[in-house]
């Protein structure tokens, strides 16, 4: 007898002790003090090439308008980026006028701002520092004096005679002799040569963004290595468009606010009104705040130039009212829909961006960050930078439900189905998050990491979720999508049933046989799983609402021992559900077979784990032997409806003793 052989033992693998971060933490983090590094030093460089991709959204709408009218490319991208360069040249230079008629007046406001500070320093306020001055005085005054037993008497004989005055020195004066004419050009246009260059850099690279966007498109594809070009194709096209209208509406609206501001200024009679038109326009580009600082200068100018505070509080009034109808009446109805950037993240990214480019970075943060987001949202390898920034939940809505049933919280688990029934209806929310959460429970029931207790919350929540759902009709609702909402869902997240409703794929309700209606036509039987019976809940209600007669039956109903027992009168099909199959299902052969004997009655298995190897083998659905074999609530509700209004032939269930007779009988194709 041969000695059996050694054993290898496994390579020795390096274990990390804990709280040590592994090769790929360090390398993440080095990649980011990289990235960070270079967005610091390099932004004379990024500065103008993120410019340039900004305005690129903005122009690439009216560009793709003169293209409608039958212009090339060429003369499309040249006409739009001389009619933005003319706008800003002409907002710069009626800005400068402003500027310097505003600085040639501002000694005449002189007067008025010394009076009004007078007033106030005649009055209680201008009283109020003498008053605590006075105080500390006194108070340092009574710490610093000894007791006056303490203080010995001073003598007239010790007073010190005064020291004898110093001549006072004479006055000098120094006077810088007049600029020559090569001075001042210089202190004038030295100062305006950074500008000018990053502002030719800008459109400079905003002409090549332009005139070979589809070609950028490709290469960011190629490069982010996307699996499916045609809908990485797709999703970025629409993203480019949602981006390009978002930029150009908030382009417009803040515009619309600034002109708002500098008519109503020009009434009330501040000066310079155009130079803080453009000011509260630029500044309700920086989040929260940037309407606020916009209305101080302005406000401080009122005051110093009415010797009243009339045109102050005027002022005062044009902003608080006109602000907040701007942001809570007028952006939502022309946005329709959240910008896809959660408070928190607009907020660290105006810091952020004014710590790396300056106050340029401030005006630019929340554009720039929502063009990180979208990125997020329709590349993979990107995702991070959804989850950090958007607006999105942390988990995915499957994930969320099942958090809410460890939780047992039904309220907040109906709240949310609320909100997603409002997109998709009830058979695809069933499909989509309600069964795959109940699916994740099921794995981790498999796996014991659930204790009976937590498994108790589970049933409960999803039973009075079921419950509370019972009103809600299945049919599709209205798409909400806008075309103004600049971040659309992925892909990933649309409701993935392409299919019509339920509805609109069979025939009248008038045509189902009233046998099929009564109560008890359909039996659905739960598996053996512990959650196998809220998914048999979901189908009989849905099977209920699309007139049919149904009843639940518990797998203990079905057992060896129970089924002698059921009464199956009236069955006309038989639908079992099972969440969880694993191995080769002799139980499910037998089950089935004591059911056949029991009732002449078709049988459908719902194998709602869509990658089952049951699904995917059909040797393996030969030995079983029902007649039908689904991976979705939606698709059972239509087999079941066809094979009621006789729509569908009903086929012979196959013999498992006999592959070819198997093999021969026709079966339905499987869902894709």
């Keep these: 007898m041969r000695p059996a052989p050694t054993p290898v033992p496994p390579p020795e693998t390096e274990i ?15 990649v980011c003090v990289v990235v960070l590094a270079a967005l610091y030093v390099g932004r004379e460089v990024f500065l103008p090439v993120v410019l340039a991709i900004l305005l690129a959204f903005v122009l690439a709408p009216f560009v793709e308008l003169l293209r409608r009218w039958r212009l090339s490319r060429v003369p499309a991208v040249i006409i739009a980026v001389l009619v933005a360069l003319s706008i800003i040249v002409s907002l710069a230079t009626v800005i400068g006028l402003q500027v310097a008629g505003l600085a040639s007046d501002l000694p005449r406001y002189q007067s008025t701002i010394e009076n009004k500070v007078g007033h106030l320093r005649e009055g209680s306020l201008g009283k109020l520092p003498a008053l605590l001055k006075d105080f500390g005085r006194r108070f340092d005054k009574a710490v610093a004096e000894p007791p006056p037993e303490q203080q010995a008497p001073a003598s007239p004989s ?32 030295l100062p305006l040569l950074g500008p000018l260059a990053t502002m030719g850099i800008v459109f400079v690279v905003l002409v090549f963004i332009l005139m070979q966007r589809e070609d950028l498109r490709d290469r960011m594809i190629r490069l982010f290595g996307a699996s499916d070009l045609h809908r990485a194709t797709a999703a970025m096209d629409d993203a480019a468009r949602r981006l390009s209208r978002y930029f150009l509406t908030q382009l417009a609206l803040n515009a619309s606010f600034g002109v708002v501001a500098a008519v109503g200024l020009w009434l009330i009679g501040v000066p310079s009104p155009i130079l803080w038109g453009v000011f509260a326009a630029l500044m309700r580009f920086v989040p929260y705040i940037g309407s606020f600082l916009a209305a101080v200068p302005p406000i401080l100018l009122a005051a ?33 829909q959240s910008t896809g950037l959660s408070p928190f993240s607009v907020v660290i990214s105006a810091i952020f961006w004014t710590w790396i480019w ?16 979208v990125l997020g949202r329709h590349v993979e390898r990107l995702e991070f930078l959804d989850v950090l920034l958007g607006d999105r939940p942390a988990l995915t809505p499957d994930e969320n439900l099942y958090q809410r049933m ?11 189905a609320e909100l997603l029934l409002k997109e998709r209806s009830l058979t695809s929310y069933y499909d989509e998050v309600a069964l795959r959460g109940l699916q994740l429970a099921a794995n981790d029931a498999a796996r014991g990491v659930l204790t009976h207790r937590q498994l108790d919350q589970v049933r409960d929540v ?3 979720l079921v419950q509370d759902l019972g009103g809600h009709d299945d049919v599709e609702p209205e798409p909400q999508d806008t075309e103004d909402d600049p971040v659309a869902a992925p892909a990933s997240e649309k409701p993935a049933n392409k299919d019509p409703a339920v509805p609109e794929a069979l025939p009248e309700e008038s045509r189902i046989p009233e046998a099929w209606r009564a109560d008890g036509a359909v039996l659905c039987v739960a598996g053996r799983g512990p959650l196998d019976e809220a998914a048999s809940e979901m189908l009989a209600q849905l099977l209920k609402k699309h007139g049919l007669g149904i009843r639940v039956v518990p797998h203990e109903a079905v057992s060896r021992r129970q089924i002698f027992n059921l009464d199956m009168t009236g069955v006309q099909m038989v639908c079992i559900s099972y969440l969880e199959i694993s191995g080769t299902p ?10 056949k004997q029991k009732a002449k009655a078709p049988t459908m298995v719902g194998l709602w784990p869509a990658e089952d190897a049951v699904l995917k083998s059909e040797t393996m659905r030969t030995q079983l032997g029902a007649n039908y074999y689904v991976s979705s609530l939606r698709d059972a509700v239509v087999q079941c409806l066809k094979v009621a209004t006789g729509e569908e032939r009903l086929p012979e269930p196959a ?12 079966r339905l194709p499987l869902p894709a």
């Design 462 to 464: 999803i039973r009075a």
């Design 655 to 666: 013999n498992p003793s006999n592959a070819n007779e198997a093999t021969a009988a026709k």
């Design 16 to 30: 990390q002790p804990p709280g040590v971060p592994g090769l790929s933490g360090l390398l993440t983090l080095a």
């Design 586 to 595: 002799a139980h499910l052969r037998y089950l089935l077979r004591r059911l």
């Design 304 to 336: 110093s130039v009415d010797p009243g505070w009339s045109m102050a509080l005027m002022t005062l009034a044009l902003y608080a009212i006109g602000e907040p109808l701007m942001g809570h009446v007028v952006e939502p109805i022309v946005y329709g």
């Design 358 to 373: 300056g106050p340029v970075g401030l005006l630019i943060a929340t554009p720039l960050t929502l063009c990180l987001v």
């Design 406 to 416: 460890l939780a047992g919280d039904p309220d907040e688990a109906l709240e949310s």
């Design 158 to 189: 010790a007073a010190a005679p005064p020291p004898p005055e110093e001549p006072k020195p004479l006055p000098v004066e120094v006077h810088q002799p007049d600029p020559t004419p090569a001075q001042v050009a210089r202190n004038v246009l």
